[in-house]
């Protein structure tokens, strides 16, 4: 194969019933809620209009869900999560867990999301399982005060600016 062909999806049918049966956050003083903005991009740099990105909270039974609009944007107002047990006893650094979905996608892409202004994620035990070079994936930026950017992007031109994804 001489090379790959971008990420193609196959029909509309996302949106029908994933809107329904979420739990809703736990009330937060509006000073914690921050948000995180983003695209989901194909393996051609173009977004994906019909996507969806589901944010978990590790320490919460909490699921919560952003459409991505035409030219793949997503947005989620959350709270950042605490630091965790993890593997051994280590603590985890506060992480949101993130699945991606969308038209053709037939298998589970998982993967994390880290604070860049976190003194944690640095030494985080889980993170510290993925190779360096590829770390900067799965850290989302701060840019305000309670404003965050993490792209997701399913394909690359080469594994550094891919997002790294879990086996489950």
């Not at 989901?40 to 590790?58: F, K, N, Q």
């Not at 996608?105 to 994620?121: C, G």
């Not at 989302?140 to 690359?156: C, H, P």
């Amino acid at each position: 194969m001489a090379h790959l062909t971008p990420f193609q999806t196959v029909g509309p049918y996302l949106s029908i019933g994933l809107r329904h049966g979420l739990a809703a956050l736990p009330a937060l003083p509006p000073e914690s809620a921050i948000v995180i903005r983003g695209r989901l991009i194909d393996g051609a740099g173009r977004g994906i209009p019909d996507g969806l990105v589901e944010w978990w909270h590790p320490a919460l039974p909490v699921v919560q869900r952003s459409l991505t609009t035409e030219d793949g944007s997503f947005a989620v107002e959350t709270f950042k999560p605490p630091p965790i047990a993890g593997p051994g006893g280590r603590a985890q650094a506060p992480h949101l867990a993130v699945r991606v979905l969308g038209r053709g996608i037939l298998t589970h892409y998982i993967t994390r999301l880290y604070f860049s202004d976190d003194p944690a994620t640095a030494s985080d035990p889980i993170l510290s399982l993925v190779p360096e070079h590829r770390r900067q994936t799965l850290i989302a930026q701060r840019e305000t005060a309670s404003q965050y950017r993490f792209d997701v992007i399913l394909q690359g031109d080469n594994e550094t600016n891919e997002t790294v994804f879990f086996d489950l």
